[in-house]
């Protein structure tokens, strides 16, 4: 019998959390010790955008330190996993059977979207990973619609994870300890709801129904991953939130598992 895996989402914050003292380390660290082990990932960062689903076909991705203006240890990580490429060609035939666009390429590098979370929960690197891009200026319902594509490989022991941000402008940021701002915790409280209650219609159309959205996300890649680990979900689980911690000001570093 095949273990049945959760979708996750998980708000990845900063490239420095592999590095820092947070609440939100300590429980990625206690969440991975927990997890029941996957055989593989399938990981959907906000670090990757291209003009049509896209599948990692490279077979050992390299680092892309993909920022500016941090510590100089952060370019000196490592995450060797391996590209499980036998569930690779199977997710592009998933994708094409659902009719979704679908490209692949052996060139993508594991960006900190990937390698922040995935190092703190499984730091040994020795569980085979896929990665998807996002599809950049697609709709939400074009990203619910990849993980209903997925959903299948839940119940092969396959971890659907998609990683950004539960809410991201950074250009509101404020000093570390500031109180969140109420624009950010009001997006928060109604996504909360929104989610407990199982009421995907809500969600996929977020941007319409959401209070503050805009100020929250001023682009979408941030919170479609979360739209991705929605639509692997069952369609009657509600899905249940993990962890939550809020920093400079705006950024909820909320956790979500769907079954």
Not at 166 to 173: I, R, S, V
Request: aromatic residues 8%; proline residues 8%.
């Amino acid at each position: 019998m095949h273990t049945r895996q959760p979708a996750l989402f998980i708000s990845h914050g900063a490239p420095t959390l592999p590095i820092e003292d947070s609440p939100t380390r300590r429980f990625l660290e206690t969440l991975g010790r927990g997890w029941p082990r996957p055989r593989a990932i399938v990981i959907v960062s906000a670090h990757w955008e291209t003009h049509a689903l896209t599948v990692n076909l490279q077979a050992r991705p390299d680092m892309l330190y993909d920022f500016g203006g941090f510590p100089a240890v952060l370019r000196t990580l490592r995450y060797p996993a391996a590209t499980d490429l036998e569930l690779a060609e199977r997710i592009v035939g998933l994708l094409s059977a659902s009719g979704l666009p679908v490209a692949t390429t052996q060139q993508r590098p594991l960006d900190h979207g990937v390698w922040t979370p995935l190092m703190l929960m499984f730091p040994q690197a020795d569980i085979p990973l896929v990665m998807i891009s996002l599809h950049h200026q697609a709709g939400s319902a074009e990203h619910y619609a990849l993980g209903r594509a997925l959903r299948p490989l839940r119940d092969e022991n396959v971890l659907v994870l998609g990683s950004g941000s539960y809410t991201h402008n950074l250009w509101e940021l404020q000093p570390e300890g500031s109180a969140p701002a109420p624009w950010a915790t009001d997006f928060a409280g109604w996504m909360d709801q929104a989610l407990t209650e199982n009421r995907r219609d809500d969600v996929v159309n977020w941007r319409r129904r959401a209070p503050h959205a805009r100020e929250n996300h001023p682009s979408d890649e941030h919170f479609q991953p979360l739209l991705v680990a929605l639509g692997a979900a069952s369609d009657d689980a509600a899905p249940s939130k993990l962890h939550d911690d809020w920093r400079a000001g705006s950024l909820s570093m909320a956790c979500w598992r769907f079954d």
